[in-house]
């Protein structure tokens, strides 16, 4: 595709609720990266995957957040047991290496 | 955590003005990144300065990097109202990763 591109855009989950977010990154980008993004707020790391290896999960906010890239290219990023605090932008980015990273729209997650 | 601080928090300017942002980091870097973002939009990547270079241009936009004070400025000249949006300056901070770690962002506002 032409971009990096998420789903669901908007999704609303009822706290205790497993939620399942998608990131198609751009063809033949090695690196993906999630953010997670409070309103107001600038994006924060939750994980970094090349190809299909996570080489940094050091921003997973607990182990109720889950990603994985098993094919090396679509990422989900999987959140178990959804409380209030979790309502955010969830952010995908996929780049070359070393090279400049390319966001998606984000998808909005509403915890109710 | 972020790794750095952007100032000012808030900037609302006139047409025409320049605008410029300042953006603190804590720890050393291989390369800062300066993105947009539109209200409830993605990050639109704006320009990348390596941490051996001082100053680079793109059209109306102007990035120093002062490695030795840990800051980096982004000048926008002659703004315009389609500049309203919020910057956020991000770094990456050494060789094997691409991890980007983000400022709180500078809000700017250009009115008409």
């Known amino acids: 595709g032409a971009g990096v591109s998420q789903s669901p855009r908007y999704k609303v989950a009822k706290r205790g609720q497993d939620v399942a977010l998608r990131c198609d990154p751009i063809?033949?980008?090695?690196?993906l990266f999630w953010y997670q993004q409070a309103l107001g707020q600038g994006p924060e790391f939750l994980t970094y995957f090349q190809n299909e290896a996570q080489l940094d999960k050091s921003g997973l906010p607990s182990d109720r957040f889950f990603a994985e890239r098993p094919e090396g290219s679509v990422s989900t990023l999987k959140i178990q047991r959804t409380q209030q605090e979790d309502s955010a932008v969830y952010l995908c980015?996929?780049?070359?290496?070393?090279?400049?990273?390319?966001f998606g729209q984000g998808t909005r997650l509403t915890v109710v | 955590s972020q790794q750095g601080e952007e100032d000012p928090q808030a900037l609302s300017i006139q047409e025409g003005e320049n605008a410029t942002m300042n953006c603190s980091y804590k720890t050393s870097i291989n390369n800062l990144q300066w993105y947009r973002q539109n209200s409830g939009r993605g990050l639109v990547h704006l320009i990348l300065i390596r941490s051996n270079e001082r100053e680079k241009h793109s059209g109306r936009l102007r990035v120093t990097l002062d490695t030795s004070k840990k800051s980096s400025s982004l000048l926008i000249t002659a703004s315009r109202a389609a500049d309203t949006a919020s910057y956020f300056c991000?770094?990456?901070?050494?060789?094997?990763?691409?991890?980007?770690?983000f400022g709180t962002g500078t809000r700017l506002q250009v009115f008409p």
């Open positions: 980015a996929s780049s070359l290496r070393g090279r400049r990273a390319f």
């Open positions: 991000a770094t990456v901070r050494g060789v094997g990763t691409d991890k980007l770690i």
């Open positions: 063809s033949g980008h090695v690196s």
